[in-house]
């Protein structure tokens, strides 16, 4: 008796399982599916030989509108070239005369107008029309050495021209 209960117990429990929507997403897919055959018209107006047209509503106020979503460009991949220094005139450094020996500076620049000598440092002046460059050179070794250029303007307060200074200065150069 007892086997026999169960048995019709567990039956009744498999059914009601089956036939029941366990979740709301499922129940929602029923109720959708029963109001788009509701909004469904049939007509057999033009075609003959069909029994039956399907019309559908384009009226669906239970869907918000969504933009699709576009699909990305594709990046072409190119394999990178070595880096190549294109020599620019116009980036004119003083740093260049940095490390330099007191003999390559007089070559380059020929005799400064004015020399001060104080223990290991030495200053060279060179008097332009547009600046006055001062270069400082350091005792290493029994050789002195450049170690800090500055420009200053001729005028005392005044104001400079960096760019017809660094040009007065290429030119001594050359």
């Not at 918000?64 to 980036?91: C, G, S």
């Not at 250029?149 to 040009?167: H, M, S, V, Y």
Request: glycine content about 2%.
């Amino acid at each position: 008796m007892k086997s026999t209960l169960n048995k019709i117990i567990f039956s009744f429990c498999i059914v009601i399982s089956i036939t029941s929507c366990h979740n709301f997403e499922h129940q929602k897919i029923v109720v959708q599916k029963i109001n788009k055959s509701s909004n469904e018209e049939l007509f057999d107006n033009k075609d003959e030989s069909s029994k039956f047209t399907i019309k559908k509503s384009m009226n669906n106020s239970e869907m918000a509108p969504i933009d699709i979503p576009k699909q990305t460009e594709i990046v072409k991949k190119l394999a990178l070239q070595k880096k190549v220094k294109i020599p620019n005139d116009n980036n004119f450094s003083l740093n260049k005369f940095v490390n330099w020996n007191e003999e390559k500076l007089i070559k380059k620049l020929g005799n400064s107008h004015f020399i001060k000598e104080e223990g290991k440092l030495k200053n060279y002046q060179y008097h332009l029309k547009e600046c006055f460059l001062d270069i400082f050179l350091l005792k290493k070794n029994n050789v002195y050495s450049v170690s800090y250029i500055e420009t200053r303007p001729t005028n005392l307060n005044g104001k400079i021209n960096i760019k017809a200074c660094f040009e007065e200065i290429k030119q001594k150069l050359n």
